[in-house]
């Protein structure tokens, strides 16, 4: 299979979006690890325009680079991508996570303050301390906060491979079909059901906890969109179609974003006035039209890119797993240093944005220098006579 270098641009733009998006949360009155106080609702509309479609996307992609994967080291690939996704969750729950952890602790969750220092409480993290408690609960110690993503795609990756390694005549029977049935419309309609149909059935029973073991409707999507990557990687034709039908999707994607945004902002609907079943459904489907319309448009609009190599690309691609092992915390810890400052939120959220990115980058610099901190973060061994973007880039796959 050839290198798709428009899968590689649609992973680090979508890792961008998340970044800013978790900036955002600091901002906004959904609960996160840290809120400013007061915290405003005036993003919130925004934050909502990648909330249906970010995470599917990235699974996708990741399953799409899983088929690339398998097929060019078949026989040692569940240990080379159980390397490179374990040491990183393991590490990062161990080490980068318990700050977040901490500055939540002491912004939310423990009355009267906690005055015993940093050092004090990773101590009690790493034991699995559960007495820091409120009326809300405790905090569940040690976890993984946005590092659920690693754990969730190295149990798909595990899946994929099992089912190659089983049955590989049906997983190229599957392929054949999905690319047939999706090398027009279908490409279309065929997801937007199946996300409808999963939503309808499971959203209501299933709360979404990235906990992995309860997680149930947060599985049937992104494992099924990891799945859907699988199929169509192995076959041009959806992605032509996706590419014919971007424009149609753009504009599918923009009137469901635009009945989703009324539902929750503007139709008055709370706690003491819900919604009437029959909206609630409706709002349901246009969400998983929104979620799959979306990802058919960006790919559609991608798609010119699949065989350009960007000069940049092998950098990027290479640097959004550590940058996005590392985001959260550094938007956790340079939130509560600026808050002293007091500055206003139009000015003081382009900054932490601004410094997120910058210590990042800056932390991936030094990490891809030193040999032992590469497979903590997810990189290959150091070439031996030069950094070479373009030899590694395929080895995270895509997460």
């Not at 925004?46 to 080291?73: C, E, H, I, Q, Y």
């Not at 700050?99 to 009355?111: F, G, I, T």
């Not at 409706?282 to 065989?307: E, K």
């Amino acid at each position: 299979m050839e290198r798709r270098f428009d899968l590689d641009l649609v992973r680090v733009c979508a890792f961008g979006v998340l970044v800013l998006y978790h900036v955002g949360m600091y901002y906004v009155t959904w609960d996160w690890h840290v809120n400013r106080v007061p915290a405003s609702p005036a993003l919130e509309p925004f934050m909502l325009l990648s909330s249906p479609w970010r995470l599917s996307l990235l699974f996708l992609v990741s399953g799409a680079a899983t088929t690339f994967l398998l097929g060019k080291r078949p026989h040692n690939f569940l240990g080379v991508r159980s390397w490179r996704l374990l040491v990183p969750l393991i590490f990062g729950m161990l080490v980068i996570v318990p700050p977040q952890a901490y500055y939540e602790l002491l912004d939310s969750r423990y009355p009267g303050g906690y005055r015993d220092g940093y050092l004090a409480f990773w101590g009690r993290y790493l034991l699995g301390d559960g007495t820091f408690c409120d009326d809300d609960g405790c905090l569940s110690l040690p976890t993984w906060n946005h590092l659920w993503f690693v754990a969730y795609l190295w149990c798909y990756t595990v899946a994929a491979w099992v089912l190659a390694r089983l049955a590989p005549a049906a997983l190229d029977h599957a392929s054949r079909l999905a690319a047939h049935a999706m090398s027009g419309i279908g490409v279309l309609a065929i997801p937007i059901a199946l996300l409808a149909t999963a939503r309808m059935l499971l959203v209501g029973r299933f709360e979404s906890t990235h906990g992995l073991v309860d997680d149930w409707f947060n599985h049937a999507q992104y494992f099924g969109v990891f799945l859907l990557g699988m199929l169509l990687a192995r076959s041009e034709a959806p992605w032509s179609a996706m590419q014919s039908l971007r424009w149609i999707a753009l504009v599918m994607a923009a009137l469901s974003y635009g009945f989703i945004a009324w539902y929750f902002f503007g139709a008055g609907f709370n706690e003491g006035r819900s919604p009437p079943d029959w909206l609630r459904t409706t709002q349901r489907i246009l969400w998983a039209v929104n979620q799959w319309s979306m990802i058919v448009a960006i790919f559609g609009f991608a798609y010119r890119f699949r065989s350009v190599d960007i000069r940049a690309l092998g950098y990027l691609t290479l640097a959004v797993f550590p940058i996005y092992i590392l985001h959260q915390t550094v938007i956790v810890i340079a939130s509560q240093w600026l808050k002293p400052l007091a500055i206003r939120p139009a000015l003081e959220g382009p900054l932490l944005a601004t410094i997120t990115l910058a210590a990042c980058f800056g932390a991936y610099e030094l990490i891809r220098r030193i040999r032992w901190l590469r497979p903590l973060f997810g990189l290959g061994q150091m070439p031996a006579e030069s950094y070479s973007t373009k030899s590694e880039s395929k080895q995270w796959g895509g997460a």
